[in-house]
């Protein structure tokens, strides 16, 4: 049966629009919980992987098992230290390190996440080749889903998880802008058997500060989920500023096309690549460097901000990066995905009316993502646009320096005490 206002979440055809984090975590927490949802997604059966490493609260890791929504031994692993560590001429191999900050992070890999959450969602519902063209709510009740195919299911509610360059949010919100933050993420990995030696990155995350941007190096589990040392995969990220006016020649593939928003793996120019590997040289001490020139095929993608002034207009919602998303300092990216569909299902879950449960899950989530977002920028500017040098600071100045810029607080990262 078909939902009218007053129905509870057993009585929702619910259509979701993307198969990805946030995509298959809405399938499950609403199947769950009673809604006959049905999973629209323009790829084939499989997404690539995005990318080697997330990190994430080891709380939310747990939270995550608890709810089964990922394998009681999904591989991952908690690091409980990040040390500020800036290139000094007195330690050109390791560097100066200036703070080890209380940090904690769990660390798992986006395809590992991915085929959790994947697995739990029966292929009958899963519907990959589906590309979405437009919505149109057709009643106050009701949202069609227009098809490449041509055909046009009506739902009772509509999640659109499909990620930063939502059709949904767009619908909503044409007035929101996707706006290019100054800078970009240069991304590589390596396996661990390829390193001298496993010390210092043995020790937690190594955060590598330089002018304009830091780099971000940690394990992360190997390709087939080893968490053994010896088999782990080094995961490494460095923050890179480009102009505005250079982004986009920057952006520009092999093939000389001008790429939108990122280069993935083995698409990027070997000039770009050596370019950046140099600069890197120069930047980072030089085991960091040696990891950096061993990575194959590194990628590179823009950091983008993007807030929205609602998670939910009458009967469509936005769920994961289509809604608001946080620069990725605050290591929010996954996880603010999945807490969009489990709190979306316990708020339906426990009202009886649809409209009061979607409003009340619009403006807890709206508040909590924008200061996610909020964290992020402020640690965008911390750890990117206005860096000190770290070499001529300790471990006080540095801990004034970072709770003077960065005011809100996260599980990954407490106050600063
Ligand atoms: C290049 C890149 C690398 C990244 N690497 C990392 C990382 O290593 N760690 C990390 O934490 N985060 C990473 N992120 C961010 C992370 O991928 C996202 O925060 C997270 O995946 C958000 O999940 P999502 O489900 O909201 O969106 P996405 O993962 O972006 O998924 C959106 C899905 O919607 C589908 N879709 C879009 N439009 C339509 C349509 N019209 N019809 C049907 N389907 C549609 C897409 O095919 C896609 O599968 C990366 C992002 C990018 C762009």
Redesign the pocket.
């Known amino acids: 049966m078909s939902g009218t206002a007053g129905s509870k979440a057993n009585d929702l055809k619910v259509g979701i629009?993307?198969?990805?984090?946030?995509?298959c975590a809405a399938a499950i927490e609403l199947s769950r919980a009673g809604c006959d949802v049905t999973l629209?997604?323009?790829?084939g059966n499989e997404?690539k992987d995005?990318?080697?490493?997330?990190g994430v609260p080891p709380s939310v890791v747990e939270t995550f098992i608890d709810r089964d929504l990922v394998d009681h031994d999904i591989p991952y692993f908690r690091l409980d230290k990040m040390s500020r560590i800036w290139r000094s001429a007195d330690d050109s191999y390791h560097g100066y390190v200036a703070w080890d900050q209380p940090a904690q992070l769990g660390a798992l890999n986006?395809g590992g996440l991915y085929s959790n959450l994947r697995a739990r969602v029966p292929d009958a519902i899963y519907r990959a080749n589906?590309?979405?063209?437009a919505l149109h709510q057709t009643d106050p009740e009701h949202v069609a889903v227009e098809l490449a195919d041509g055909t046009a299911p009506e739902f009772d509610l509509v999640v659109c998880?499909?990620?930063?360059?939502?059709?949904g949010r767009h619908t909503l919100f044409p007035e929101v802008t996707v706006d290019y933050a100054g800078y970009v993420l240069w991304?590589g990995f390596i396996m661990e058997d390829e390193l001298d030696k496993p010390k210092p990155l043995d020790d937690g995350v190594r955060c590598l500060g330089y002018p304009g941007g830091h780099g971000i190096f940690y394990f992360v589990p190997g390709p087939d989920g080893s968490v053994e040392p010896g088999k782990r995969l080094v995961n490494w990220a460095m923050y890179i500023t480009i102009p505005d006016t250079e982004i986009e020649e920057f952006l520009t593939d092999k093939q000389g096309i001008s790429r939108k928003?990122?280069l993935?793996p083995g698409t990027m120019p070997m000039a770009t690549e050596r370019r950046l590997k140099d600069e890197a040289r120069d930047r980072i001490p030089d085991y960091y460097a040696d990891i950096v020139e061993k990575s194959p095929d590194t990628?590179v993608?823009s950091i983008y901000d993007c807030q929205v002034p609602a998670y939910r207009v009458g009967r469509i919602c936005l769920?994961?990066?289509?809604g608001a998303?946080a620069r990725?300092h605050s290591a929010a990216?996954?996880l603010?995905?999945i807490n969009d569909s489990v709190a979306l299902a316990a708020a339906l879950s426990s009202h009886d009316s649809v409209d009061q449960a979607l409003s009340e899950w619009n403006t807890e989530r709206t508040a909590t993502n924008n200061g996610l977002v909020q964290f992020g920028n402020q640690l965008g500017i911390a750890l990117v646009k206005e860096i000190p040098d770290w070499s001529k600071m300790d471990q006080p100045s540095m801990e004034k320096w970072f709770s003077g810029v960065v005011t809100i607080a996260t599980e990954y990262l407490p106050a600063t005490p």
């Open positions: 629009v993307g198969g990805s984090i946030a995509g629209y997604e323009r790829s997404l995005r990318g080697a490493g997330i986006w589906h590309n979405v063209l998880a499909d990620g930063y360059t939502s059709l991304r928003g990122s993935s990628f993608y769920a994961g990066d289509a998303f990725p990216g996954a603010k995905g």
